[in-house]
């Protein structure tokens, strides 16, 4: 039996013991809540709390109406944290068919250390939603099992996204162009115009429950700003008739490529530019480098006949010829050490200019091209655009070729005289009539009506530039003598639209073959504007490599007269009679004029060789 002093010792040794057990744990609590407290909470943070970025739509590209032909639309980004999935094999075996992935490649992706691994980037917010009900309901039913709960998956969570949509398909593809997988502008429009397309990414922190964002959690850090809006030129209807009629046209001349575009003279803005063969901008993995070109502004080719017109215009500039001057054309012309002749063989003619232009005549061309002198000639070509980027502004535009006069060769003036010898992309072509039907005033093209931005204020592009070419009465001549090539006497009668007065030219040019550096088959176009006496828009047909019949004025013309005519009565044109008479295209013609007395006629020979 412990006595009373043994006693009294261990109640004191005890009560020490407590003393000293309970002030251990005081000063720890103190430590825990008071010193470490915001290391603990901060470690917590960062096991729960995540930053992620709030991605900013891609501004809309609309018609000058306002028709979306390309838009953001949300997506998801599936993510996963490899370090949460226990069973890789196990979660492909179940998630792969949700996800649209196979087996294998999906447990590539789950197998690892990586807090963060996308699984899929940008699709439609149904995948994950077909994700989630596989998990949940997987979920579901281990977790009835008894230890079942560790056997759930858990790991996978998503982002909020953007993918690009084209609403209109094909239609007008290969100006607006398309974006890359990582959604920024890959051609067309979408590249050009990228800066003002792209938004600004926001960012947020969020609470990791499991893998997923827990509801409510987000805490914004910076808000996400949508890209500007960009508006075009273009109007939807016209591009449509435009592409149907160049894709029609191309297809029945088993042709290598066309190329469409409409312009309004007086302000350069285009309200169609079509191609054919085209794409379709949604089906990314289809599409080839070939197919995003931009034909328009990117291909380059001898003009052939059209490129007529600047000779003509530099030669009545200058008062080296007259609409009723005539020159004796010969079957054969040797100039500059070279053999010429016409599309055709024919009897010696008399023609004037203006039957020149309408014939299409090389010889003639060539003939009234020699009393330019070279660098007159070069300076002419030069402010049409020739040889020089037309500041459209459009991706990957070709400045076409337009060698200095010191590397011209004996040959090189009669053969740029009717056309060859330089090249052009359609849009230089187009904007050389443009300039004469806009009294000799050269506008620079655009395709950019203006932009909206994300609190919907609307900024309108800037004016285009303008250059006086050539005084508005040469101008005005020419239209009238361009009348001529869509009468029955010239080269183009299948151009002519009934009620309207057109005034145009055709061309057919040998085309240069890449591959073996050589002249192998044709460019067919037709160039033409409306109402000839004062052209509100200009329409220009281009079709490359034609195989069978390969003249402009068979071909090419009635793909015009085609848009045109749609052009001109959706704007509701209203005829307008010219106050000018037609010139006389002959010299027989000239002599039987009523007024052939008070015309100045004037016979030109034959260049000498």
Same mark, same amino acid.
């Given at each position: ?131 989630? @009900? ?94 500007? %809006? ?15 009629? $160049?894709? %029609? ?35 990314? @993995? ?79 061309? $060539? ?21 020089? @980027? ?220």
């Amino acid at each position: 039996m412990m006595s009373s002093e043994a006693f009294g010792k261990r109640i004191r040794f005890l009560v020490v013991g407590f003393v000293v057990v309970f002030t251990i744990f005081g000063f720890r609590l103190i430590d825990v809540q008071a010193v470490q407290a915001s290391g603990y909470a901060k470690r917590a943070a960062n096991e729960m709390v995540n930053k992620s970025v709030w991605l900013a739509p891609r501004g809309t590209i609309t018609d000058v109406n306002g028709i979306v032909l390309a838009r953001s639309e949300a997506a998801k980004n599936i993510i996963v944290d490899q370090t949460m999935i226990a069973d890789p094999a196990r979660t492909a075996q179940i998630t792969a068919a949700s996800l649209e992935m196979p087996v294998a490649d999906l447990q590539t992706l789950l197998t690892g250390t990586k807090r963060y691994q996308v699984i899929e980037n940008a699709v439609a917010p149904i995948v994950w939603d077909n994700l989630q @009900s596989v998990l949940n309901s997987y979920n579901t039913k281990v977790e009835a099992i008894r230890g079942g709960l560790s056997k759930r998956i858990v790991g996978f969570f998503s982002e909020n996204a953007y993918t690009r949509s084209y609403p209109t398909g094909e239609l007008a593809a290969s100006l607006v162009g398309l974006t890359n997988a990582a959604n920024q502008g890959a051609a067309g429009i979408e590249a050009s115009m990228n800066n003002v397309l792209t938004g600004s990414n926001g960012e947020y922190d969020y609470v990791n429950g499991d893998g997923a964002i827990i509801p409510g959690s987000q805490q914004f850090i910076t808000a996400a700003k949508p890209g500007t %809006s960009v508006r075009l030129t273009i109007e939807r209807d016209i591009q449509w008739v435009a592409q149907d009629a $160049i894709s %029609s046209a191309v297809k029945s001349a088993k042709a290598l490529s066309g190329t469409v575009i409409v312009m309004d003279p007086k302000t350069g803005a285009i309200l169609a530019q079509a191609s054919a063969p085209t794409f379709n901008p949604a089906a990314r @993995s289809k599409i080839t480098l070939a197919q995003i070109r931009n034909p328009a502004v990117q291909d380059v080719y001898e003009p052939g006949s059209t490129g007529k017109v600047i000779t003509v215009a530099a030669a009545l500039e200058e008062g080296s010829t007259t609409p009723t001057t005539v020159y004796k054309i010969p079957n054969t012309l040797k100039a500059g050490g070279r053999l010429f002749h016409d599309d055709k063989n024919h009897k010696t003619e008399m023609l004037t200019t203006a039957g020149v232009l309408a014939v299409s005549s090389n010889i003639g061309a $060539i003939q009234i091209g020699a009393a330019i002198p070279n660098n007159t000639f070069y300076s002419y070509l030069h402010k049409f655009g020739i040889g020089q @980027s037309t500041g459209s502004n459009l991706p990957g535009e070709s400045a076409g070729i337009l060698h200095p006069v010191a590397d011209w060769s004996q040959s090189s003036a009669p053969t740029i005289a009717f056309g060859q010898g330089y090249s052009v992309t359609a849009m230089q072509a187009t904007d050389v009539f443009a300039t004469i039907a806009n009294d000799g005033v050269r506008v620079t093209p655009n395709v950019i009506a203006g932009t909206l931005d994300a609190n919907g204020t609307y900024t309108p592009a800037k004016p285009s530039t303008e250059v006086q070419v050539i005084s508005a009465g040469t101008a005005q001549t020419i239209r009238t003598m361009l009348q001529g090539v869509v009468s029955n006497e010239g080269t183009a009668p299948a151009a002519e639209i009934a009620g309207y007065q057109v005034a145009g030219k055709t061309g057919t040019a040998m085309r240069v073959d890449s591959r073996c550096g050589c002249y192998r088959g044709y460019t067919a176009s037709f160039i033409g504007m409306a109402p000839a006496a004062a052209p509100k828009y200009v329409v220009s047909v281009v079709i490359q490599n034609p195989q069978g019949m390969h003249f402009g004025g068979e071909i090419a013309a009635p793909v015009f007269k085609k848009v045109m005519s749609f052009v001109l009565q959706s704007k509701q044109v209203q005829p307008i009679a010219s106050t000018e008479k037609a010139y006389p295209l002959t010299q027989a013609a000239l002599f039987k004029s009523q007024k052939s007395k008070a015309l100045k006629v004037a016979t030109v020979s034959a260049v000498k060789p």
